[in-house]
């Protein structure tokens, strides 16, 4: 059974850090691209960052561009979303989602096949 699972969101104030995980099981990991997605109350969903588990391409939506590094460790199955500078603009439900194969277009959401549950991040004044 496929399952991704993420943690690590919270309250943070303005200007502060906060990693997310995205914790894989039941597929192979190193076949698949990793996306990281939110969504903030009565906005549409959009993609944050993303990573190509076999050859760690990066792909990063340009309001968190320097702000937030996307990484993984393969040893155990895990997908990270380092985010500093926090702004209140971020706070939203952070999904990690998984595709299978090469992604055509990283941030749209119907690429991709699985999806996690979602961790709630909520940036403070």
């Known amino acids: 059974e496929v399952q991704l699972v993420e943690s690590g969101g919270g309250l943070v104030q303005a200007g502060g850090s906060l990693r997310l995980s995205c914790a894989a099981s039941?597929?192979?990991?190193?076949?698949?691209?990793i996306g990281w997605f939110r969504q903030a109350p009565g906005k549409e969903r959009e993609g944050v960052s993303c990573?190509?588990?076999?050859?760690?391409?990066?792909y990063y939506a340009d309001s968190v561009k320097g702000r937030f590094t996307i990484s993984s460790d393969n040893a155990k199955n895990t997908v990270y979303l380092q985010m500093n500078s926090l702004e209140r603009e971020d706070t939203a439900i952070y999904y990690c989602?998984?595709?299978?194969?090469?992604?055509?277009?990283?941030?749209?959401?119907?690429?991709?096949?699985?999806w996690g549950q979602g961790t709630h991040v909520t940036v403070s004044s």
């Open positions: 039941g597929f192979t990991f190193d076949d698949y691209v």
């Open positions: 989602a998984a595709l299978s194969g090469q992604v055509n277009i990283w941030y749209a959401g119907y690429e991709y096949h699985y």
């Open positions: 990573i190509s588990i076999r050859d760690g391409r990066t």
